[in-house]
């Protein structure tokens, strides 16, 4: 079974990344089939594993303000700043459609 | 001699004694480093501080106050580990010209004790791979491409030119960690392990690779790959050296809370000399395809070797073994997912000239950032997170990971204590048919072996056997249980003891490949 168009291009939504070519999306292909192997196994009455140290409690510490005060340090490395904020071009625009969208899902 | 030999005894002690200096211990490296550079072990030598950290160091001795075995060691460090003011690019275009401003925790504990920091060594991109061929400054070349010893079992080629392609690769991804060691340019090296980074490199360029049990040493301020299984990884020259660099870095770590809070306590290791109260378990399991009948031979020969010395040596079963790469593939691209999320050019690292929109902005600049096989594990993670995938891969795999986990739980609980399997399917391949496959197949043949004790969070070692036909080395791996890094280390160094692996004798090499150096650079801040 074939990745419609319509899920790769959500991927690309989602993780911001493109196929670039017939080649990502023939990668993709592959990693599904070689992830399908997992079916073999039989997982009846076992629990996912989150963590090797499940049996442990995480650390916590105390909620108190040990660090920081480092805006400058941090802001050396944006290449965008204005002040102390890091500048991003406008938000709330979706990324254009499929049809629209200068991806190489668009001739599929 | 004291550039040749281990931290502990020989470089060591001659700083103590006043044989040698630190800075002139610390510029035979970076010398050897200007004259090896075509191994492209390292992206970055930072050869001002370094320089400094050695003055700071020898102050010390002559006040004969050195702050321990590593004060004026020269190490190296792989470039996924954060390291302040020098740049840390994972051999990606997303962080060139990254300056961190903090240490990673283990970089710090390893400042803290005098140790003279060399440079950021070369990697996989983000550590994806098993070869480190995939980073954007170029492949690392395997040191013992150039020794005697391979020269000398290889066909003898018409022309000289056509040595060029001969050379074989290091291993992954820690390859220009395992290489500047192997190499004398460093006496010991920080790697990182998720699917066998270090040890993998380690069995082919003839060092002893330390994989530490998951949550003992610090991962703050090491890039994150999966979090769940990454661990840094030790290389050195000795399991000797191993088992100080370990008691330097391991023990809680308020900034990660995935490290435990039990109290470690720094080992010296025993020589042992008597085996016979020791169980070692051979997995059937790990005979694996593909494992080259050389190495079956050596790894039954280790098991003869601890039979007549008096060892219990029984096979055991570890029966979900062919599935660990199954798992670690979705696990692992799942976390990439998650993890290469921050790489948005925001606030660090590459930023597209895109300005659009923050998506589009967003998106030019991982596309522009990342190479294939980076692009290629978020898209396969994102597919796999998907909620109508989410229980069918993501879950299963967390299911499957526990299967394998268990069978391991099992094993050592009969009263196995070391488990003994080979850490690669054959010798380093030469680089021309390395690429041949992708970085998937490869990786996922490559880390057969090894993946396992990540998924387990269990401690293993490659420690370095013998040749190969080819002249190349040749590594053996135990598998210990949790924590038991002090048995673990002190069979390895029995072990390491009976076999003599011989010296990497490194041939001259008269070259002018200005391609290769290109990447080179040497890094001097004010």
């Not at chain 1, 670039?20 to 992830?35: H, N, P, T, Y």
């Not at chain 2, 190490?75 to 003011?85: M, P, Q, Y």
């Not at chain 2, 040595?163 to 390859?175: A, K, N, Q, Y």
């Not at chain 2, 053996?476 to 390895?492: D, N, P, Y």
Request: charged residues 25%.
């Amino acid at each position: 079974q074939n990745v419609t168009v319509e899920v790769l291009d959500h991927l690309e939504h989602l993780a911001l990344v493109d196929f670039r070519d017939a080649e990502g999306v023939e990668r993709l292909q592959k990693a599904i089939q070689f992830a399908d192997q997992l079916h073999e196994v039989n997982t009846d009455g076992v629990e996912p594993m989150d963590s090797v140290l499940e049996d442990r409690c995480l650390y916590l510490r105390e909620d108190d303000v040990t660090e920081g005060n480092c805006t400058g340090e941090l802001l050396k490395n944006a290449r965008e700043k204005v002040e102390e904020y890091f500048v991003a071009p406008p938000g709330n625009i979706p990324l254009p459609k499929l049809e629209e969208r200068d991806t190489f899902l668009q001739g599929s | 001699a004291a550039l040749r030999g281990g931290l502990r005894f020989q470089a060591s002690a001659a700083l103590r004694e006043g044989r040698v200096a630190p800075t002139e211990l610390c510029q035979r490296c970076l010398a050897l480093i200007k004259s090896t550079r075509f191994l492209n072990a390292y992206i970055t030598v930072a050869e001002q501080t370094a320089l400094k950290q050695a003055e700071e160091s020898e102050k010390r001795y002559r006040r004969g106050q050195p702050l321990g075995v590593l004060d004026g060691i020269p190490i190296a460090v792989k470039d996924n580990f954060n390291t302040a003011g020098i740049e840390t690019t994972c051999a990606s275009n997303m962080l060139k010209g990254y300056i961190s401003p903090y240490n990673a925790t283990v970089v710090q504990k390893l400042l803290d004790q005098g140790a003279v920091l060399l440079g950021k060594t070369n990697l996989d991109e983000f550590a994806m791979g098993s070869g480190s061929t995939d980073g954007v400054f170029g492949p690392v070349r395997n040191p013992w491409s150039y020794s005697r010893q391979y020269k000398e079992k290889s066909i003898p080629k018409s022309c000289s030119e056509d040595e060029e392609s001969d050379w074989v690769i290091t291993g992954g991804s820690s390859g220009g960690s395992a290489a500047a060691v192997s190499s004398f340019t460093c006496f010991a090296a920080l790697g990182s392990d998720t699917g066998g980074s270090t040890r993998n490199p380690a069995a082919h360029c003839g060092v002893v690779g330390l994989k530490p049990t998951y949550g003992l040493i610090s991962r703050h301020g090491l890039i994150p790959l999966v979090n769940s299984m990454d661990v840094p990884g030790i290389l050195t020259r000795s399991v000797d050296d191993a088992a100080v660099v370990l008691g330097l870095l391991a023990g809680h770590d308020p900034k990660d809370s995935t490290t435990i809070q039990d109290n470690f306590k720094p080992f010296e290791l025993p020589n042992l000399t008597d085996v016979s109260k020791l169980s070692i378990g051979i997995p059937k399991e790990y005979r694996a395809p593909g494992l080259s009948s050389e190495i079956l031979a050596l790894w039954s020969k280790a098991a003869d070797l601890f039979k007549n010395a008096g060892a219990k040596v029984i096979e055991v079963s570890l029966p979900h073994t062919c599935y660990s790469i199954v798992c670690y593939h979705v696990l692992c691209t799942a976390e990439v997912a998650s993890n290469m999320a921050r790489f948005d050019g925001l606030e660090y690292g590459h930023r597209s000239d895109m300005n659009k929109s923050t998506e589009s902005m967003y998106a030019a600049t991982r596309r522009e950032g990342f190479n294939d096989v980076v692009r290629g594990r978020i898209l396969s993670g994102n597919y796999f997170l998907l909620k109508q995938n989410y229980e069918n891969y993501f879950i299963k795999a967390q299911k499957v990971r526990r299967l394998i986990a268990n069978d391991f739980a099992k094993v050592f609980k009969s009263g196995v204590d070391i488990l003994l399997t080979p850490t690669t399917l054959s010798d380093a391949v030469p680089y021309m048919e390395f690429i041949k496959e992708d970085n998937r197949t490869r990786s996922a043949q490559d880390d057969i072996l090894t993946q396992a004790a990540n998924m387990a969070g269990l401690p293993a070692i490659n420690v370095p056997t013998a040749l190969s036909e080819r002249g190349l080395p040749v590594g053996l791996q135990f598998i210990g249980r949790s924590f038991q890094e002090k048995q673990l280390l002190t069979v390895a160094k029995w072990f390491e003891k009976q076999v003599k692996f011989p010296m990497i004798q490194l041939e001259e090499v008269k070259r002018h490949d200005h391609n290769v150096f290109q990447h080179q650079k040497s890094a001097s801040f004010s």
